[in-house]
């Protein structure tokens, strides 16, 4: 098992997509208070690494679609991720 590290944004991020239903790029973009380019930057690197899926699936969101596109986190990776913010 890899420890898990995010930044600032990213942990924003994962704390906005909560570990239970799915949430827009809006609601995202509410909770974090973040400019649209830096969520989906940040977005695009958790879905790189695997860690959120995007529904519908995309291997990589563009700023346009992202209010609009339903995200939430890998179910294979919940059990890390929440270890990763126990540790923080």
């Known amino acids: ?9 990213e ?5 906005a997509i909560g570990f239970t239903e799915p949430v827009t790029g809006v609601e995202i973009q509410e ?7 830096d969520v989906t930057d940040a977005l695009n690197s ?3 690494a695997g860690f959120v899926e995007s529904v519908p699936y995309r291997e990589q ?3 346009a679609a992202m ?3 339903m995200f939430e ?6 059990h890390e991720i929440k270890a990763a913010f126990n540790r923080r």
Do not use: C, D
């Open 11 to 15: 942990a924003n991020i994962v704390r």
């Open 73 to 78: 986190l890998n179910p294979g990776y919940v």
């Open 67 to 69: 209010p609009g596109t």
């Open 1 to 9: 098992m890899r420890q898990i590290k995010f930044t600032g944004r």
């Open 31 to 37: 909770f974090t208070r973040m400019e649209a380019e």
């Open 46 to 48: 958790l879905i790189s």
């Open 61 to 63: 969101i563009e700023m």
